[in-house]
T-cell receptor
Framework: EDKVVQSPLSLVVHEGDTVTLNCSYEVTNFRSLLWYKQEKKAPTFLFMLTSSGIEKKSGRLSSILDKKELFSILNITATQTGDSAVYLC????????????FGKGTSLLVTP | DTAVSQTPKYLVTQMGNDKSIKCEQNLGHDTMYWYKQDSKKFLKIMFSYNNKELIINETVPNRFSPKSPDKAHLNLHINSLELGDSAVYFC????????????FGSGTQLSVL
């Protein structure tokens, strides 16, 4: 059975800090790893990673995948209160590929 | 225009009742999903339809029945609601085949009293 484990489960930082969120996975058939941000409502897509060592970047957020060690990290630099959210990591289901199997998320709170 | 829209946003009902949640996507996607998010924010797949055909049916009680009248719509009907069904239900869609990113609706908060 596919497994996605995120750490830490929750994190409180001050504005301006840099945070690193972790996601490790065990899957039978790896194709990609995805990061989502969930504020009050719908999870919104951040990144999809398929290749090891290639950093994806969007503003202050960046993410990288290590396929040998089976993990990914999501970095947020110069955090702002608007970054407060639950960050979800997911991998496509090994059997069908049609569903995403999510980790339990990291709840990030950025305080002023 | 909302890409994936679901109604209602909130649903409060008594145990034993039957209720439906509707979902529509205007993205032209072929695949639609229902996910359940529990109180600890854990998102779990329930069903997946590709071009109106059922692809995934996870271990979900028979009281839950999805229906896809066309590839832009995926509705969820729940019979004999139980307290444990209280959760947020998200509809999502993806472009075509497997391994695509998902676009989520804003969720339906179901509270069973």
């Amino acid at each position: 059975e596919d497994k996605v484990v995120q750490s830490p489960l929750s994190l409180v930082v001050h504005e301006g800090d840099t945070v690193t969120l972790n996601c490790s996975y065990e899957v039978t058939n790896f194709r990609s790893l995805l990061w989502y941000k969930q504020e009050k409502k719908a999870p919104t897509f951040l990144f999809m990673l398929t290749s090891s060592g290639i950093e994806k970047k969007s503003g202050r957020l960046s993410s990288i995948l290590d396929k040998k060690e089976l993990f990914s990290i999501l970095n947020i630099t110069a955090t702002q209160t608007g970054d407060s959210a639950v960050y979800l990591c997911a991998v496509p289901d090994s059997n069908s590929g049609y569903a995403l199997n999510f980790g339990k998320g990291t709840s990030l709170l950025v305080t002023p | 225009d909302t890409a994936v829209s679901q109604t209602p946003k909130y649903l409060v009902t008594q145990m034993g009742n039957d209720k439906s949640i509707k979902c529509e996507q205007n993205l032209g996607h072929d695949t639609m999903y229902w996910y359940k998010q529990d109180s600890k924010k854990f998102l779990k797949i329930m069903f997946s339809y590709n071009n109106k055909e059922l692809i995934i049916n996870e271990t979900v009680p028979n009281r839950f029945s999805p229906k896809s009248p066309d590839k832009a719509h995926l509705n969820l009907h729940i019979n004999s609601l139980e307290l444990g069904d209280s959760a947020v239900y998200f509809c999502a869609s993806s472009r075509s085949g497997p391994f695509e990113k998902l676009f989520f609706g804003s969720g339906t908060q179901l509270s069973v009293l």
